[in-house]
């Protein structure tokens, strides 16, 4: 595909692949109307992968929930510039951004062996309030976003924008999905096995995220079979003071979303009290968690590798 023109973008490199399509680095060639950008990211899947039999845009769904997140709160999520399709591909073109969180939090560990410093502690905690922000915004719009995933948010700088909502879904009090195209490694043992459509989800989806991204030691990391890694899910939180009594109140309120979460749609005062604790959170308390969290692989070695 490189070097190839689809609708008025040309293609200049490979970013990714995922489960919904190609991701390309390409140039705008159509840049009259004001403040239209230059490089966008390009995501495309060829018609012949299409399973949507009448041949409609499978990004059209994804496009206009984020549309309606990126009007909420653009700092969020990214920009949404075009859908569309041509002969033989289908498209969707949103604002560039520099990585991916998952990329950002490879070098972060990376840094980490050299020491932790207040500026690490401090891009860090911009990162998580962003992602926070990106959640409760899409509950407060009325949709869980599912597939929670440090590929699904996006870097620039300071900046994380969440991104690919494919998998969203707006969420009833009797709404079971059963489409379970998700990361196993991240979703909640609710989510994986394609339960009832709940908002805390995505929040115990994401502190796990953010466990992994600073500590790479999820008892799970090395099982690939998503029921195996929910049984293992399950069983850290039955036995929730061994697996997780270090963690600070944020991460553990994320584990633990209340009741009246789901049931009153209490959306901006859980939302206040994640920021709180946010706002509480000191470099030491960050330090602490990344050199003590405890690493419970080795109880279900056995899954190693299970397919």
């Not at 990214?78 to 002969?87: A, S, Y």
């Not at 799970?220 to 890694?229: E, H, L, T, V």
């Amino acid at each position: 595909m490189i070097g190839q023109v689809v609708g008025s973008y040309e293609i200049l490199e490979l970013l990714g692949h995922g489960s919904t399509g190609t991701v390309y680095k390409a140039r705008n060639t159509c840049t009259e109307d004001e403040g239209s950008p230059s490089l966008v990211a390009l995501k495309i899947k060829g018609k012949e992968q299409r399973d949507h039999g009448r041949g409609e845009n499978p990004f059209i769904k994804e496009f206009d929930i984020l549309v309606a997140m990126h009007a909420a709160n653009p700092p969020c999520f990214v920009r949404p510039l075009e859908c569309g399709t041509t002969e033989s591909v289908h498209f969707l073109a949103t604002e560039l951004m520099d990585e991916t969180l998952d990329s950002w939090g490879a070098r972060l560990r990376q840094t980490l062996a050299s020491g932790f410093t207040d500026q690490m502690a401090n891009a860090i905690l911009l990162k998580l309030r962003g992602t926070i922000d990106a959640l409760a915004t899409a509950h407060a719009l009325g949709y869980s976003v599912r597939d929670v995933s440090p590929r699904n948010f996006l870097v620039r700088g300071d900046l994380v924008k969440a991104t690919d909502l494919s998998s969203a879904i707006r969420v009833t009090r009797s709404t079971v999905h059963p489409d379970t195209r998700v990361t196993p490694r991240y979703s909640s043992r609710n989510v994986v096995i394609g339960g009832a459509v709940r908002y805390s989800d995505d929040y115990e989806a994401l502190c796990y995220l953010w466990l992994d991204l600073l500590t790479d030691r999820l008892a799970w990391r090395k099982c690939k079979r998503p029921s195996i890694i929910r049984d293992i899910k399950t069983t850290c939180l039955e036995t929730f003071t061994e697996c997780y009594s270090n963690l600070p109140p944020l991460l553990t309120s994320m584990l633990c979303a209340p009741r009246d979460y789901e049931e009153n749609s209490d959306f901006k005062d859980y939302h206040r009290k994640l920021i709180e604790l946010t706002d509480k959170l000191q470099p030491d308390d960050l330090a602490h968690l990344i050199a003590d969290f405890r690493d419970g692989s080795s109880k279900f070695a056995i899954y190693d590798g299970v397919f």
